[in-house]
Structures are given as C-alpha cells and as structure tokens.
C-alpha cells in the first residue's frame, strides 16, 4: 500500500484555510451542528406543495408497526392479505400475526441454508469463496420478498394475531438473529471439518433452530377455534381451523400467483426479460425468486390501476432512505437539498447508484392509494401504507411524489392477468441468472 499517496500536513492546512474563508461553509457549520443537517436542507417549497389528498384512497385501517425488527416484507404481505380478509371476514379492523410467519420462514430459511452450503461444500467450494464469504455474511436477517412470503402463506397458512401475538424476540429480533446465526456459522464450520458428517450435523442443526425459535417466538398454533363478531354486530363461528384452511378460506384475492415486476435500471438487463438471484431464497422446494423486468411507467400503470379498478393495496419494495422525512411521512427527490448545503453535485441517476452501491431495495410497504391527473392515467403523488405504527406520518401512512417513485422504487407484486402476451410468455423462458451479491437480491 505504500503507492498510495497519504494525506498530508501542507495539504489539510490548504483545507481548513479554504474552508474558513468562505463564510457560507461556517454558516453551514454553525447550523448542521446546532440542529442536524436534515433541518437545515429540508426543502420548505417543496414540502409545502406535497399535499396528502389523492383521487384514490384504499381504507386499511390503523397501520401497524414492526417495532425493531426487519420484517417489513412480512408485515406489507400480510397488510394486503389482511384487506382481502377484511371483506370476507366482514370486519373493520383485523391484523394477522406476522410473528407466526417469521417464525416459519427463519425455520424454512435456516433448512434452506444449510442444505445449500452442505452441497457447496461437497461441491468442493471453499470458505473463503466470495460466494461462501457472502452466503455466511448475509445468513439470518429479517429480509425477504413477495415470492418468499408467498411460499410461507402457501405452506403454513396464516393466523389472526390473536392467536399468536408478539414476543420480546418478535419486536426486537436482534438478539435472536445473533443466536441463530452463530448457530449456523458453527454448522458450517464443522461440516467444513467432517464432510462425512454433514447430514447429520445439518438434521441436528435444524433440530436447534427449531428449538431456539420456540424459546424465543412460541410454538404456533397447528389450529384454533375461529369465532368473531363482524362490523354489523353479527356473530360467526367457523370452529376448528388450520393456518392453511384460514388463508384459503379468507384470502381469496389469488396473491399467491402475483408476479414480481422490477425496474432494473442497467442497460445489460433487458427490459421484459426475467432475471433470478442464485441462492436465494427460504422454502426448499417453493417458487424461486424470480422477476420480470419491466420499464418503471409499466409498474405504475399496474399499481395505478389495481387501485382505481379493483381496490387493492399493493405491495412494493423500495430504497426507502433517500429523500425521506420520517416525520410528517414524505418523500420527494427534492425534498432535502443536501447538495446546496454542501456544495456538492450528486448528480448519479438510478442506472448509476445502482451500480456503483449507491442504492437498492432495503424496504417493503403497501401502496394504498394514487392522486390522477383529470388525463386519468398520469400519476402526480401515491399514498404508502408503511409499518412504521401510527405515531409517524399521517397516523402511519406516507405521501410519496411520483417522480420518488421513478428514482427508488424497485419491485412490485401484481397479478398475472395484468400482463401483456410478449410479458407472460418472457415468463415462460428461464430466467438471466445474477449472482448472489447482485444488488436485484437485496431483501426488504
């Protein structure tokens, strides 16, 4: 490393004597410190036309919030199902456990993962591969997608929060997930060193997990009685049920057979082309994850009208961070001007943050509701159901301007129905395959 040139002391000088000679730095200086730097860039104009009024608005009740922990993609997912239900059931107000789902999907995910490196392993992989190093390294975090979530509402069903509430471990899964993943770093490590051994350290390593998610999470229901009240006052009883009874009986809408459409901005990935991340995934043996890669105009078009036609809240993964304020619940691509404050240029588009790391999918929520244009297929603004409870925003619910939508969403889940003849038959062909690290695998 001795080729590269260190920072030196006549060269911080010139630093701090350029920057003190401008008066507007210490003004920038004075402020940021005082009051941190998203006050001082906030963009006050354009916060101000940021209106939270849409042509469209779906009713899903009070948001709900999944405190500290990763399960966004659950929470959104099951805030979808949860509408459908919400009609069938009848009711103003209902909720699913999503502590019944992680619990199923952390079961599945670490049966997924260590089946997966057992064959990587006997493949003769090394564990300082890139693919290994990146496998151990993202093992066990809350994240996921629509596809992964469906695999656990095919499999194990859903039940109403009631019967199986949250847990310490449930609203703050930091503790739990260390846990988990120095229990499978230790499965790998030892299948590295007995490879004659490796399905039986893999069965009593499953045996583990089960047990450790049980200590923390509870043991899920295999049926309960089901009864309620609807909004009319009247009362149902349906008696003894299955999870998976429940889903199919209450959750008719056919989210299982969505499609996943995102917007891969590199020129390499083809736009209607499907594209899939290697080793991806939770359920062994479910729908891979997979996507259709469509302009971001398609993907509005499809929300938009999912809305205004059928009523339904959709769910989509976005770069949530940029732009954001938290508080009052907005995004807009010009809502902070940073660059002003700074004087820097960050002049990187879609294309170019993804590809340099600046940017990909980290956070799944619910659009539930569109602002049209009188041209009535023109988008100006959207109504974000998020999971963040009812204490941020418009009592949890976000204003996002359509030209954020442009810039940071990635991925929606759409009915199949919804695509045009050349997009369906692109899902008939295998999909580009990307490597594991590819920032298209990013979880929400």
Not at 143 to 150: H, L, R, S, V, Y
Not at 228 to 239: K, L, P, V
């Amino acid at each position: 490393m001795s080729d590269i040139a260190p920072l030196g002391q006549q060269e911080l000088e010139t630093l701090r004597t350029d920057f003190d000679k401008d008066p507007v730095n210490r003004m920038s200086m004075n402020a940021v410190t005082a009051v941190g730097i998203d006050k001082v860039a906030h963009n006050y104009d354009r916060a101000r036309r940021l209106q939270r009024r849409f042509s469209v608005t779906v009713d899903n009740g009070e948001a709900t919030n999944q405190n500290h922990s990763g399960r966004c993609w659950l929470f959104s997912s099951l805030n979808v199902a949860r509408f459908v239900a919400k009609k069938a059931l009848g009711l103003k107000e209902f909720e699913f456990s999503q502590n019944y789902a992680m619990y199923y999907d952390k079961l599945e995910r670490s049966n997924y993962f260590l089946r997966d490196v057992a064959q990587l392993i006997r493949g003769g992989e090394q564990v300082d591969s890139r693919l290994m190093q990146h496998l151990l390294s993202d093992v066990m975090g809350d994240g996921g997608q629509w596809t992964m979530a469906m695999n656990i509402y095919k499999k194990y069903g859903a039940v109403p929060k009631d019967f199986f509430p949250e847990t310490a471990s449930s609203t703050d899964t930091s503790q739990m997930n260390t846990e988990l993943r120095s229990l499978l770093h230790t499965a790998v490590a030892h299948m590295y060193a007995s490879q004659a051994e490796i399905d039986q350290i893999v069965e009593q390593t499953i045996a583990a997990a089960h047990r450790i998610l049980t200590i923390h999470l509870g043991e899920p229901p295999k049926s309960f009685d089901w009864e309620w009240t609807d909004e009319n006052g009247n009362f149902h009883r349906d008696g003894e049920v299955t999870p998976v009874e429940f889903w199919h009986k209450y959750v008719t809408a056919g989210l299982e057979d969505y499609v996943c459409l995102v917007d891969d901005p590199r020129a390499e990935h083809p736009k209607g082309k499907k594209i899939g991340i290697e080793h991806l995934g939770n359920v062994a043996g479910g729908d891979p994850t997979e996507y259709l890669n469509v302009p971001n105009r398609f993907m509005k078009d499809c929300v938009r009208k999912l809305l205004s036609e059928q009523g339904i809240p959709v769910w989509f993964g976005a770069d949530c961070h940029p732009m954001m304020d938290r508080e009052s619940g907005a995004w807009a691509t010009d809502l902070f001007e940073y660059g002003k404050v700074y004087r820097v240029n960050f002049d990187l588009d879609k294309e170019e943050r993804v590809r340099f790391a600046d940017s990909a999918m980290n956070h799944a929520m619910a659009f539930a509701g569109v602002d049209v244009a009188a041209d009535g297929t023109t988008t100006r603004r959207w109504r974000v159901e998020n999971s963040w409870g009812s204490k941020v925003a418009d009592k949890g619910y976000f204003t996002m301007s359509d030209d954020w939508f442009s810039e940071y969403v990635y991925e929606v889940a759409v009915p199949k129905s919804m695509l045009p003849e050349e997009y369906r038959k692109a899902l008939e062909e295998p999909a580009q395959m990307l490597p594991a690290w590819d920032p298209m695998g990013a979880l929400a």
